[in-house]
Nanobody
Framework: VQLQASGGGLVHAGGSLGLSCAASGRAFSSYGMGWFRQAPGKGREFVAS????????SYADSVKGRFTISRDNAKNTVYLQMNSLKPEDTAVYSC?????????????????WGQGTQVTVSS
């Protein structure tokens, strides 16, 4: 599976951005998908995950209520809608795929990673 994230950019605090992650391969609908982020000087941090069917999602406490993960298996795409953005959301956001069907917050459960997209939130 190859993953390509897009949609990052510069936004003011309180604004919104929508990220997309396009996946190649016929098995996309069987993969659990996740979004992670990495800020300068910090480790990779879990943001959100979604089950292969889309029936279950999980969020980091820091983004709960502001971010929404979704997927369209017909388009081989997973999305991350980010609202009420804060300067501390500034990071490179990457999407990932888990062949187990559900990755959750554990980095080790993900088999494939895409290149990230930069999100910068100004105060």
């Amino acid at each position: 599976v190859q993953l390509q994230a897009s949609g990052g950019g510069l936004v003011h605090a309180g604004g919104s951005l929508g990220l997309s992650c396009a996946a190649s391969g016929r098995a996309f609908s069987s993969y659990g998908m996740g979004w992670f982020r990495q800020a300068p000087g910090k480790g990779r941090e879990f943001v959100a995950s979604i089950m292969w069917s889309g029936s279950s999602t999980s969020y980091a406490d820091s983004v709960k209520g502001r971010f929404t993960i979704s997927r369209d298996n017909a388009k081989n795409t997973v999305y991350l809608q980010m609202n009420s953005l804060k300067p501390e959301d500034t990071a490179v956001y990457s999407c990932s795929a888990s062949s187990t069907g559900w990755g959750g917050p554990q980095i080790s459960r993900y088999d494939y990673w895409g290149q990230g997209t930069q999100v910068t939130v100004s105060s």
